[in-house]
Nanobody
Framework: QVQLVESGGGLVQAGGSLRLSCAAS????????MGWYRQAPGKQRELVAA???????TYADSVKGRFTISRDNAKNTVYLQMNSLKPEDTAVYYC?????????????????WGQGTQVTVSS
């Protein structure tokens, strides 16, 4: 009924940049907070950055000053601009969104996840 689709991952050398996108689709009524998480092999999934519906942002200490999260509410899309990438940024990146949507006659709210996109930074 609702779907988050990520794009923009890939292989990049250390010091390079990538831009991730995540588009929400479906019978969406409202999108609250949106965010990016990542999970490296053998590690727990961690929050990278989040942005509220009003544009307030928060970042993990490890990415502050290098990553920028933004959103386009008209397109139901959140972005993650990643600069000065390091090998330790290598992970699967997941989009998350707090969605309010219609399921038939019912209005529902849930935290939805994308399928993930691989980011690999070579040294």
């Amino acid at each position: 009924q609702v779907q988050l689709v990520e794009s923009g991952g890939g292989l990049v050398q250390a010091g390079g940049s990538l831009r991730l996108s995540c588009a929400a689709s479906g019978n969406i009524d409202k999108i609250n907070a949106m965010g990016w998480y990542r999970q490296a092999p053998g590690k727990q999934r961690e929050l990278v950055a989040a942005i509220s519906s009003g544009g307030t942002t928060t970042y993990a200490d490890s990415v502050k000053g290098r990553f920028t999260i933004s959103r386009d509410n008209a397109k139901n899309t959140v972005y993650l601009q990643m600069n000065s990438l390091k090998p330790e940024d290598t992970a699967v990146y997941y989009c998350n969104a707090d969605l309010e949507y219609w399921s038939g006659i019912y209005r529902r709210r849930s935290a939805s996840w994308g399928q993930g996109t691989q980011v690999t930074v070579s040294s």
